[in-house]
């Protein structure tokens, strides 16, 4: 087989930035590094690229190792590669962002990886570049949950408008007008009606919706304008 003439050697690196929503806060799945350099320290979950492998491949691969989940939401984000991002060796990483339901994850495997779930507001300072890109992370997930339905990604099967509410006011971190997001949400027809109540409301029992998953599938793309224009991010 035909090799190119090329004598550098450039690793291949895939660093996985994973959301999760405890029904109050937006956390990162952040685990401590446990090899050399800045070891001990924060770091995103990531590993090298395998020779047989795709990148799509590769990062389903690194988030089903710590997390136990398949068939989530998964895209791929950006790609960092100054020259002496990794003091060790020369290494590009492609990034990717996932959005996981917290209460679905393999909590084992977390702890065997010595990881933990951290509110974004509380993370620590990470290793090499990884702090930018958890900003770059969370500037394009607020810009898709504006537009996108992604944020259903991050509930349970059945959830409450409220719940809802408190989601997205989580990933923008602002508060939001109870009766026009209701309205709006409704509006779009991804909602099903359970016939049921909410039976752990501490006030006055709210109605448990599910999502309408084919009509999701098939208006993914739509422009459904989730958030106030005031408040939408500018995709740069």
Not at 101 to 125: C, T
Not at 154 to 163: A, G, N, R, V
Request: proline share 4%; hydrophobic share 40%.
């Amino acid at each position: 087989m035909y090799r190119y003439p090329v004598t550098s050697r450039i690793l291949l690196a895939i660093d996985c930035i994973i959301f999760g929503f405890d029904g109050k806060d937006i956390k990162l799945l952040l685990v401590k590094r446990n090899l050399e350099p800045e070891m001990g320290k924060w770091s995103l979950m990531g590993g090298f690229l395998r020779e047989d492998e795709d990148l799509e491949v590769g990062a389903g691969r690194i988030i089903y190792d710590l997390t136990g989940l398949k068939n989530i939401y998964v895209e791929q984000l950006e790609t960092f590669g100054k020259v002496n991002r990794d003091p060790a060796e020369r290494t590009v990483s492609v990034v990717f962002f996932a959005l996981i339901q917290i209460e679905e994850h393999d909590s084992e495997a977390v702890k065997n990886h010595n990881a933990s779930w951290i509110s974004l507001d509380q993370r620590p300072g990470l290793i090499f570049d990884h702090n930018e890109m958890v900003s770059r992370a969370i500037e394009h997930l607020r810009y898709k949950a504006a537009l996108h339905p992604i944020g259903f990604e991050l509930l349970p099967e059945l959830f409450t408008i409220p719940q809802l509410q408190k989601l997205y006011e989580a990933i923008y971190n602002t508060p939001l007008d109870r009766r026009n997001f209701s309205r709006k949400l409704l509006s779009t027809g991804l909602l099903i009606d359970t016939g049921f109540k909410n039976n752990n409301s501490t006030t006055k029992k709210a109605t448990l919706y599910k999502l309408d998953t084919i009509r999701y599938k098939e208006k993914f793309h739509a422009f459904w304008n989730f958030m106030p224009d005031s408040m939408k991010p500018v995709k740069i």
